[in-house]
């Protein structure tokens, strides 16, 4: 259980770190999306391990295939199966750390659960996983594409580095143009600096990625448990080291009085449009057509290239030693992941949607 | 749609604010759990409206009847329907506000989803629902009783209010001793004042609630998508008038290092713990044994006593006018209501993970 | 688990035989379907105890309170609760069963998987929970109405006494004629001297409900797993009593050849025919816009007013005497439940449909 | 929708006739069950065409991969991806039927449901997807296995020819000694020599697989709608051809009196017996530790090799030529499917049940 994502449009995703490959199954996406190949592809470039100085120097090529589920360019509405081999599974020597727990990590938590564990690189728990979600995403994209539903990450703080602004004040466009994914250029600078140095360091640092979702239209979310915002905020957090998600206001509404933070409204043509969005465009669960934008907190990466005290399966008192070549901030990798979660439950909620009226 | 949660453990709520009555259905609960209808009551007490004078003067006895599912005072493996009669739905005159869109509530939305809407008191996006899910909290709560699982909930911020001390030096027995619901005694003072300044101004304001889980065994929680946080967070976010989630350091964390972040594992006696709990008692979205806590960032209530620009159902320009007896500030009678959705998450995943291992 | 049934129009149905009361919540109806609360109650009218000489002479008046979900006549979108309250749950004495296990009920299934039952009249497992489903039913037969989908079940076998002709050659508008509910009205009056007669020996006889649904559009139904027959096999082998189902041609299309079984397409104005329907209007598990018909067999009651040898709780040999009013034979009373359960499935499938195409 | 099958062990399956490739996703497989890749092998090879000349002479070689989910052996608790790649899925013509509807198929409805369809080979609605179910399957036998549970299957009925013996008076391990898969030698050479019969008449002929499932302990399945043989009735009637299904007495039960057909309960040591079964080891929908045994209707095989008439997408008069291999008779390949998809069933109810005490 808790390996799919979704009701109707849903999907499955199945694979381990240094298995001979992963991938997803999308069941529910709507015949006839046009599939483009190429975009998927791209989608998965942002994500992979390897693309700058400041992710980690693996290597993975990612190359997928579809199996089914499209025919003649277009989804088939029967599942889309995806496959992502793993290329160089077997390469690698884990026995040093085959039965100790890493700190932070999910290795002792999946072996008291399981009682038995893959350890190499992390096994089901790794991020490699979300190669898998990213390709799903993409599709997903491709479908809000129909619908005019456009969907942009970025990165807005890394360690103390907090990008003030708004995602109004900011040029979006700008975000792939550097390596952290931070559109406005002077704190990109600022922000790929520091990570370098804290790479340098042989440490690790958190950061956020801010994301909006423009042109959904009213009427897109469930009611009670299943709110557009509860089902976003789930998304974020299932993506590895995530710890916490807000949406409109957030944490900083709670200062606020309801004087101030009620969003107005007004006509604005045939449209009902707010005057502001503290609501981040989500009312009752249920999107009111404003934007809708929400930050996702992810914490440093627990894998450093430093020393640390840990226990084994037999509770002994071990060293564990960093090794490899892994990710000294999550963030940047992590935008295209943020994007593709928020595509499928947009994807989800819009399918459901047509089931609301007689 | 949208109206249950939890799949093994599973509650079906319905009900608007203003109809016959509402309930819930609770489909999983175990067989043998002892049901305490005192303790019920109890718990429905401390959401009910009409508590203090910090809360809404609105009086609802909020009596519940267990229909089905429990015989001879213990659950039976068939599922507990509860229902909650509303005495007094006929007794409000509506037409004031029938065709207008109240500003950040959930009128406007439910009207484009739905095409229809009941507009007495909110109809089902009401926060009345929330009596039918701490009816179920608290049958959740003895089921995790039968597995020393506890649970804690606190006011820990009232607008700029904020308790800066940790759970862990608190005296959490305190939290019921004072109508706000905070734990530190002089703190709990301040907001109680705080909050009775905002309703003499006819205005609102948010505020934060703490909640710690102690006792979860490790290994609760399942992988990927259902992670433990991420379906706490999921229902936290249900509640109404919810923003923001976080657990273990949360959005402070992003700021760490890695070297600080990481909880170093070390053996104590035949447990394996950790020194430091930054992961909040949850790794790769399982339990560890460590306390699970998190916060809950609530937005200041959109029913307020002043006049309020607008539109109806026809797009014309109206003002709306504050009305009624409502809450000041959502989170006092908010604890209660994290604390039942926390129960129904951990009574949940403690049944699911009875099925990973041969 | 168990006690809910559907995707998208989902019910979930709660209550023992001899607790406060049973219900249903169905979430999922679409906004703005007309409900006609009389209709509900004429369709538990053909279901409830005591209707006729050849059923059971139990009273139960099946009063039904729709809680929610309901506005200004209307479905609201939001979920409808319906409860039924048993009126008379204390009035009897089942000290007589209370530890034994009735041959061919429940009694012992349910003590083996819970530990504990409610031994009042059956508890859960009581047909009495069939009352809620027939409710839920109403609501969604009035859904299918919009839509010109119509459904008529009716009793084709009682005993060896079998209807030979199909459908298509009965007035089925006479189903409603006679108690027995069978629409050949020389049938049915051999059909009620014969279960007069197996009443008067104190025992039971089985029986065969046949069901058509007329009106369905092609494309209803959904690929693989949840073909649309499947379901619908499932929806009424999980009536009670029921040991088979088969549509189509059924369990005697076996004999024949692919070229006779073969539905031949043909064009009919603008529509796609086939000129036999040994399909079962299903091919694929997609509804092909002909008539959707299936048997459904029944089990000879296993209440008899006969003593019969059992076990206890203890593992005792025991002496179960038949007491109460029970029915000779269940298909009268059946018919309502099939054509119940059949317009669930249409509903939900109906709804999925939507889906499935951009 | 409906690729998926199961709550906890649950598979999703994906992939078309003559795509790149088909497979299945397993989660919810407990960890720690032995995998035999050879095991998987021979149940593939039991369903896999070209086996014998009474079934296609069609060549598929159905090698599978294990993508993920097993580790050292054993399975790990994370999902299972399985992938069988189509190795000459681009070598045919199809050109001839890519706008036909042939009779008795699929290709009608799901035009209609997606308005696009992969015309090769019957896509996504041949019975090739069956290979991902018996290796699935094969996963879920070798889980049963370790809790004594066996599953048989055999032809008990091919066209007229109908096996009189009831499973008990048969000699189960000689299904496998003959083509078409019936236990007892002088009915299978009947069997084999009609279907050749059929065959060469270039027609084809239905037929029943019997199974029953040994050592399921009392109180596996679910209350009201998830009934064991209502579970078990859909995964059967979601096989490709199926017409109908019975469980126990099934539709001859109907002729009974209750006085005969009810089970009188007895013990037996330190269990509960039953003396009779005619409820199929199944009472309220619960195991009852007797025998599970049903009957699963198969419908002649729609591709015949004569000419049939049709129309095509636009509505026009046809002629459809029989081309290609096919089976004159599905039944003896159908036999590990109806054994899989009982071993799916059972694995998830078996799991299920251990939620359903304290």
Known sequence: MGNSFGRIFRISTFGESHGLGLGVVIDGCPAGVAIDEDFIREEMQRRKPGQSKITTQRKEEDDFKILSGVFEGKSTGTPIGMVIMNTDQKSKDYSHISDKFR???????????????????????????????????????????????SI???????????????YRDLDLTLTESNIVRCPDPQMAEEMISFIDGVRKDRDTVGGIVSCVAQGVPPGIGEPVFD???????????????????????GFEGVKMRGSDHNDTFYRDGDKVRTKTNHSGGIQGGISNG???????????????????????????AVLVSGKGRHDPCVVPRAVPIVEAMCALVLADYLLISRTNKL
């Open 103 to 149: 700190p932070s990590h999910a290795d002792y938590t999946y072996f008291e659960k399981y009682g038995i564990r893959d350890y190499r690189g992390g096994g089901r728990s790794s991020a490699r996983e979300t190669a898998a979600r990213v390709a799903a995403g993409a599709i997903a994209k491709m479908l809000l594409k129909h619908f005019e539903i």
């Open 152 to 166: 942009h990450a970025y990165v807005s703080q890394v360690g103390d580095l907090k990008l003030e602004k708004n």
């Open 227 to 249: 709110r557009l915002h509860a089902e976003l905020g789930k998304a974020m957090l299932s993506i590895n080291a995530v710890k916490g998600f807000e949406y409109g206001s």
């Open 290 to 316: 404003e934007d809708i934008y929400f930050n996702v907190a992810f914490k440093p990466v627990a894998t450093i290239m430093q020393d640390q005290e840990s226990v084994n399966e037999s509770g002994d």
